[in-house]
Nanobody
Framework: QVQLVESGGGLVQPGGSLRLSCAASGSMFSINAMGWYRQAPGKERELVARIRTGGIKDFADSVKGRVTISRDNAKNTVYLQMNSLKPEDTAVYYC???????????????WGQGTQVTVSS
């Protein structure tokens, strides 16, 4: 089993910055991808940013230029730096990891418990 522990959410004014962290622990052979999704009230969960094998990064169009994502492989931790935050960034942010549990096993998806990000004056 894999656990994802998130930290760093909170209340920030428009134009401000936040840094989210997510650490993975448990039984893992490898991690194919780690990243962040978000879900605003009444909306579907959507990708914010993720890092895939080989360091390939994907970003939602709505956050490009405002968000950076990085990963510390030694700590199995992914970081999301969000700048120039807007009220429409308000959502619950969920960490996601696609983990290969063992040699030649199928990858599994794991989710964190979610952390609230509120952008408001």
């Amino acid at each position: 089993q894999v656990q994802l522990v998130e930290s760093g959410g909170g209340l920030v004014q428009p134009g401000g910055s936040l840094r989210l962290s997510c650490a993975a622990s448990g039984s893992m052979f490898s991690i194919n991808a780690m990243g962040w999704y978000r879900q605003a009230p009444g909306k579907e969960r959507e990708l914010v940013a993720r890092i895939r094998t080989g360091g390939i990064k994907d970003f939602a169009d709505s956050v490009k230029g405002r968000v950076t994502i990085s990963r510390d492989n030694a700590k199995n931790t992914v970081y999301l730096q969000m700048n120039s935050l807007k009220p429409e960034d308000t959502a619950v942010y969920y960490c996601n990891a696609e983990v290969v549990p063992g040699w030649l096993q199928e990858p599994k998806n794991y989710w964190g418990q979610g952390t609230q990000v509120t952008v408001s004056s």
